[in-house]
């Protein structure tokens, strides 16, 4: 943007609010504001003050930044800019001297807060209200911040730090929405919306990607220099951790399987029959309505047939009992068919509030107390392991700890390639003496790949010691593993 650039729109008179317009401003937890802004342009552009070009990481501070007479609307000196400030979008408002007033916490929706939100309605605009933005981009941007403004000097406005969720969106970047998904879909899709609009190109920067690629075939074939397969890895940690399990019986270690398969192909658990969405909306104690509940009770009821039915409402009623007060800092995640078959049993919907949470928090404790004795156990005179049992396990950790060493090699090793070989070894001091001297681009994208050139061996150079260690380690698991080995034979014989 140039120094003495305009942010104000020149034409599209119908980007000005007109007095007919219903101009209402929406947080993601739906609360409502009047903007009450006469003159109001839609996707408005101003510059707030900035330290060289930068944004600023200052939090918002509601007891000393807020402004009851902030404008409504820019200042002249707001919609022009200079070397000593950067170029926003305005996005919506906040309430300046209480930015969480009325602000329902997490992602979850109560009846009672929802009923307390109609009833209340639109509120009128604050005396407080103070404008929010979020800085103009090159490109659209994945994760983007948001600035109150205040601090007025000189016509222009000091940028701080503020939560999304505080903020009241103004319409435009909501119109095509659904502002009736629940919160965890609805906030991303307008902060997408936003970050749309925020940027000068409506699309995203090219970036250059590390592709890992699951089939060690697809390395082979692959263009891309720095193709790094990690199918062997995969494969010794998962056969580490079911050793583990067949030795302890630990459901634990299941779950870490299951965990790092979800984590090497994230589709699957977008699989027909691995839905667990109401189950995690549950114990995330986050969005959870009657459709999460109906979708929790049948994945309980699919997982585990000898369950009892579990109406949805019981469910929801469980889960807005624990949520206001408080029990889900120790939900019995690795006891939840215990959990609810519990509550099936021993609560009664018709029940007052105050009587269902005595209850609960008794099923909570016992569900807890459940998961912790059921986990194997020994007495001072036996050991889980034994000489037998402690081989296998052995050889899947030299296994795994082997493929993790090639793993790091091979890493190493690609990217050091990558930005090509030194021709000297040169140093820091003696790359940035050369880029202070180099006079056009060519001199300096030269340099530049020097630079990368001598951070990637340097890099490689200090995971190779790393990669040392861990050979050691597979060595002496070697020579441990040849030893039960050779016993287990004299034994046998």
Same mark, same amino acid.
């Given at each position: ?35 009450? @802004?006469? /003159? ?60 969480k007033q009325h602000l329902q916490t997490g992602t979850s929706r109560s009846s009672e807060n929802d009923a307390a939100r109609v009833q209340r ?21 994945? /994760? ?50 936003? #970050?749309?609009? @925020? #940027? ?133 995640? #690795? ?97 940035? /003496? ?21 951070? /990637? ?37």
């Amino acid at each position: 943007m140039d120094s003495n650039s305009t942010a104000a729109p020149l034409n599209a008179s119908s980007d000005v609010v007109q007095a007919s317009d219903v101009d209402i401003a929406i947080r993601t937890d739906r609360e409502q504001m009047k903007i009450s @802004a006469a /003159g109001r342009r839609r996707f408005q552009k101003v510059h707030l003050w900035s330290d060289n070009g930068k944004t600023t990481n200052v939090q918002f501070q509601p007891a000393h930044e807020k402004d009851t007479r902030e404008s409504a609307v820019p200042l002249p000196q707001e919609l022009f800019g200079n070397e000593h400030t950067k170029e926003y979008l305005e996005v919506g408002i906040i309430i300046g001297d209480n930015p969480k007033q009325h602000l329902q916490t997490g992602t979850s929706r109560s009846s009672e807060n929802d009923a307390a939100r109609v009833q209340r309605g639109p509120l009128e605009r604050a005396v407080t209200a103070m404008r929010v933005f979020t800085p103009v981009t090159d490109y659209i941007q994945t /994760g983007i911040k948001y600035y109150v403004g205040c601090l007025r000097s000189q016509g222009r406005l000091t940028p701080r730090v503020v939560s999304f969720d505080c903020v009241f969106v103004y319409p435009e970047f909501y119109k095509d929405l659904n502002m009736n998904a629940p919160k965890k879909t609805l906030q991303p899709e307008v902060q997408r919306e936003i #970050a749309h609009h @925020a #940027a000068i190109n409506k699309t995203q920067a090219d970036r250059i990607m590390v592709n890992i690629t699951i089939s060690d075939l697809m390395k082979k074939v692959a263009n891309d220099p720095l193709q790094v397969s990690k199918s062997e890895l995969l494969v010794s940690m998962l056969v580490l951790e079911y050793s583990l399990f067949q030795l302890t019986k630990d459901p634990s270690y299941l779950k870490q399987m299951k965990d790092r398969i979800e984590r090497a192909a994230p589709d699957l658990r977008f699989g027909p029959k691995t839905d667990d969405s109401g189950i995690r909306a549950f114990l995330e104690g986050e969005d959870f309505d009657t459709e999460n509940a109906t979708a929790c009770a049948n994945e309980l009821k699919h997982a585990r047939p000898d369950l009892p039915e579990l109406e949805p409402a019981l469910v929801e009623k469980v889960f807005s009992l624990m949520r206001k007060h408080e029990l889900f800092e120790d939900p019995p995640r #690795a006891a939840l068919p215990f959990f609810f078959d519990s509550c099936a049993e021993e609560l009664n919907l018709a029940w007052a509030d105050e009587v269902l949470i005595d209850h609960l928090r008794t099923i909570v404790k016992a569900a807890n107390r459940h998961v912790k004795h059921s986990r194997p156990w020994t007495t001072s005179n036996d050991d889980i392991f034994t000489k037998d049992d402690a081989l296998p396990v052995i050889s899947a950790t030299k296994d795994a700890l082997k493929h993790i060493h090639q793993h790091i090699q091979r890493c190493m090793t690609q990217l050091a390639e990558q930005h090509g070989g030194l021709l000297q070894t040169p140093s820091v001091g003696k790359l940035v /003496g050369k880029l202070g001297n180099a006079i056009d681009v060519a001199s300096q994208k030269q340099v530049w790949e020097e630079m990368s050139a001598f951070h /990637g061996a340097q890099y490689a150079a200090a995971n190779s010691n790393v990669g040392k260690e861990i050979q050691e380690l597979v060595d002496q698991l070697e020579k441990i593993e040849t030893v039960y080995m050779r016993s287990s034979e004299t034994t046998a014989q």
